[in-house]
């Protein structure tokens, strides 16, 4: 077996010539070009390994970015904000000299392929992300979206990306609080599996992904790297450098949540100790990441020596190691004097840890291999300078038709009779049907801090056992609404995660995303990411709240057909007494219930329109962003005054379906009366957002209806809980019985 | 004067802080033990708490059962060291032979996580006597491997000397047999369950009952009263 030479530095410049894969790498040839042009020579194989994976879409937004800046640019004034966008995630001051870290990020195309591992490993390196900022995981939430219910492609997907998010987040002890389930056709061949997790820690325990004081040493630890998760380096490995190993690599990562857990309790043990001076986890795009952001972070250069890492696979190739996206792995710089303590905590945890390089007083990244220099690159042009496209972008013929289709004209129900099987139907479709023979399957009660878990509005966990203070977390997104009009679909995402964290009694304070969508390359899918972006960033603006971070997810489509574009938005909001929190079930019977906000007869992208008519066409419902931040400020007021007992936000399926929630959770009827001015079937299905519905005890009646008042919020009294029966007056009566039969039936019959 | 309850932590477990909290709000003083130190450091009882301990890996709680602090603590518990273990600690248990019959895989092959109805069946061992014999409590329950199984002449056994600690109610949620949550060893002082009683010991955090609590008064007091 002969081995081509080493393809160092100097190789690489005495011969010119050499052919390089770049465009099976994925390159464009504009790219390759460029990095010909930066290094004033052809790349080693090994620099164009790291910068084929760093230039990518996946890690360099290079479609993206021209439109992400606007989360800078609008960015509101928050006292709030201690990191913002950039880092590995966004943190924020809750207080009380807490900070909080949370991000949401996709793992949409690996778990298409595998859904097991494809989600665990989602869950894997969202957690990583905030290990890496110096804080404790207390949280995840799950926001997912599959195919049609009843494709049998989704009985494929769907349990297994739920067993792999449970498998891996169970397993490390995690609550999982939050989420959501999607089910929508579009989504067929295209799940979205998005993952978010919080993360708790000192003021003064923040750390950076950042390479400073030379002399310092690059620790990497956690598992061993082998050949799983290279994306296209097989490509390097088998036609260009050496063609007698094994070829097929599985392109999806495989998660180790044990491997993990010890990763989280040992990193955090170094920090206790103030050991690290500099911090990345290895994700996408593994060492190659982590060594360019590190360096082009910090103040100096980094030298690695690539022979010191631990292998799974003696044979992997110096390309092959700097493109692995083995799991459970992250890098550590670390003073020389602190490393013996460093590696001491690793091996209390049976972790693996080793010495890989240091940092210089240079400028330059280079990386090391059986004596040659096989790296001598600016990490600065790795990490940060790619490719930045001003991609085309168009509104799409097809969008006025779209939104000349007017939902509101569809045929309404024309009796009670119809309108009650209508509900029933609603209540019990995928959908509107309740989640818990998925959430089930996750832990909510590990840590022993979770106030509150799905099905409620937000998820809610305590940081302070003395004060009472905790965090509250909402994801939401429509496509929907989205795909109807971009621009307020990106913004009716915010606001209902927005209301759904006051609804909890949590103030809303900052926000991150995942931005779902098609290919770039489509002029129509391109102008809805730009809408939803400039939607977005508009909002956050208005109601105050900065976006920290988030993560772009593009390509989600099948040949020429996209997904409905679909902005994933997480609200953090943060509540001085978790005492004080509001659930969604009903408490009390006699307890009066309000209407707050506005109904108009909105019904374009609705949930109704969907169940009933298999239709999506007109406007999604409007915006008023000043009015979100109203009835937040009255929520959370009547949270926290002791108002309130009980309160549920009002989005897809309107207030029916609301109410039918609060009812089943707290095994509690309701009567509701239809209110003047308004027909039953708008008073119940009507999706108009800005909304939710409140029980108020009769002692707090008067109070109540004061400070709405004095506050200028509309707010109807429409009922009051009561017996084993949701009765709209004068129109039908659903017994609890019938309802349960229905909401909690549905999901196990088509998965279980 | 208080008890002083160990709780062990070893690589997986993810329930030794939430235990450790549980028994300090009972009034006793929670002590960090680890899988590596033989030593359990004068403690008077000792929690195995829940979690993946090893991941899980071979079979759940068969590797941590051949930890250091095993070996000292089957020795104690043989001689009377009050023992409880929580779901993977109750898998630890039995593969230390310290309580019979064994777990496999939930019958329907998923993680359940729920608000559990349970029937404490014998409220005199060390860990239950703050509730009385019959009482119907709802502790979360959370695993994968729930399946309690015996052979017919051990779960004969265990219902004649009364050795069925606690069973669940309305809703058997791993097919467990004879509904059987936990047990107990003769002695009374070894018992282990899958549920978590350390997840209902506040208003408000979890299900928001505190029907757990009882587990760790009760010990305290037969401690402190010793």
Redo the contacts between chains.
Sequence with gaps: MSRTPLDTVEHAAATPDVELPWAELGLKKDEYERVVEILGRRPTGAELAMYSVMWSEHCSYKSSKVHLRQFGEKAPQSDALLVGIGENAGVVDVGQGYAVTFKVESHNHPSYVEPYQGAATGVGGIVRDIIAMGARPVAVVDPLRFGAADHPDTKRVLPGVVAGIGGYGNCLGLPNIGGEVVFDACYQGNPLVNAGAIGVMRHEDIHLAKASGAGNKVILYGARTGGDGIGGASILASETFDDAKPSKRPAVQVGDPFQEKLLIECTLEAFKEKLVVGIQDLGAAGLSCATSELASNGSGGMRVTLDDVPLRDSTLSPEEILMSESQERMCAVVEPDKVDRFLEICDKWDVIATVIGEVTDGDRLEIFWHGGKIVDVDPRTVAHDGPVYERPYARPEWQDALQADDANKLPRPETSEELREQVLKLVASPNQASKSWITSQYDHFVQGNTVLAQPEDSGMIRVDEESGLGVAIATDGNGRYAKLDPYHGAQLALAEAYRNVATTGAKPLAVSDCLNFGSPEDPAVMWQFAEAVRGLADACQQLGTPVTGGNVSLYNQTGEVAIHPTPVVAVLGVIDDVARRTPVAFQEEGQLLYLLGDTREEFGGSAWSQVVHDHLGGLPPQVDLERERLLAEILISASRDGMIDSAHDLSDGGLIQAVVESALLGGKGARLIVPDGLDAFTFLLSESAGRAVVAVPRSEEVRFNDMCGARGLPVTRIGVVDGDTVDIQGEFTLTLEELRTAHEGTIPALLA | MTARIGVVTF??S??D??TQ??IRLAGAEPVALWHKDKDLHQVDAVVLC???S????LRAGAIARFSPVMETLIEQAKAGLPVLGICNGFQILTEAHLLPGTMLRNDHL?????DQKLRVENAETSWTTDYTAGQEIHI?L?N?DGQYVADEYTLDKLEAEGRVAFRYLDFNPNGSQRDIAGVTNEAGNVVGLMP?P??A??P????GRTDGLPFFTSILKKLVNA
């Design positions: 690589p997986g993810l329930d802080r939430d909290r549980a829940g979690g993946f090893y991941g899980d890996y998923h993680f359940i996580c729920r979360p959370k994968n978590h350390e997840h010991v506040e408000l955090i979890g299900t």
